[in-house]
């Protein structure tokens, strides 16, 4: 099946720092995904979704300039947390949507990335 | 997309079947069930989906009720390794940007 990847799988940041979460999609293209997370015992959330080449699109309670998404190519999108909090620690997934082909329109995940802002 | 509805949680022992079943009673016609699963710190893992018809793969099976208000997932023979949340979704197939929407899940436990 197709091979979504995220980098890195664990951060560590301070208070105030930014850092940026990168989602690939090793072999196949991917003209949108999915920024999603997760907090301890707690389902996903849907973030974004990242369109290639176009801005993403934010779900609500979601703050657009707290947490920056690029969608540069179509096999990578980036999600920048900007001056990260504790409370912004979390387990951030990415998921990627194939475009055509046998598996038209399937979902991807990635492994995660465990951010923790100390 | 239709909601769904799981329990919580359930137990199953090592090597025996394990059935999680689905409620979705507002599905409509052209809604499509997924089942993906969670290990531990992991991101979600695709398992089957289907819309009408029982379907298998190597991983598992889905049977669905005729009138598609609910659904089961049957793992044939449980391992260890099939300790996971399991969420099932309704979702449109194809033609579709929309992301998944995931519920509480059931959280399996496989024990020895």
């Known amino acids: 099946g197709a091979v979504v990847s995220q980098h890195p799988s664990r951060v560590i940041c301070k208070s105030g720092t930014s850092v940026k979460i990168e989602c690939r999609s090793l072999d196949f293209q991917a003209t949108t995904m999915f920024w999603y997370r997760q907090f301890p015992k707690q389902s996903l959330m849907l973030m974004a979704t990242?369109?290639?080449?176009?801005?993403?699109?934010?779900e609500q309670g979601v703050e657009k300039d707290k947490f920056l998404i690029n969608h540069a190519s179509l096999t990578l999108s980036t999600l920048t947390v900007t001056s990260a909090h504790p409370e912004d620690s979390s387990f951030y997934i990415c998921?990627?949507?194939?475009?055509?082909?046998?598996?038209?329109?399937?979902?991807?995940f990635g492994p995660g990335t465990r951010l923790t802002v100390t | 997309d239709a909601k769904t509805t799981q329990p919580p949680s359930m137990d199953c022992a090592e090597g025996r079947a394990a059935n999680l079943p689905c409620n979705h009673s507002t599905i409509s016609g052209n809604e499509y069930v997924y089942w993906y699963r969670q290990i531990h710190s992991q991101g979600p893992q695709y398992i089957i989906h289907?819309?009408?018809n029982n379907e298998t793969n190597e991983m598992a099976s889905l049977i669905i009720t005729e009138d598609r208000k609910s659904s089961t997932l049957i793992l044939p023979h449980a391992t260890l390794r099939d300790t996971a949340v399991y969420y099932c979704i309704v979702r449109l197939y194809s033609n579709s940007g929309y992301a998944l929407n995931f519920g509480k899940g059931t959280s399996l436990l496989v024990t020895p």
């Open positions: 990242s369109n290639e080449g176009s801005k993403a699109t934010y």
């Open positions: 289907g819309l009408k």
């Open positions: 998921s990627a949507q194939t475009s055509g082909g046998p598996s038209s329109y399937e979902q991807y």
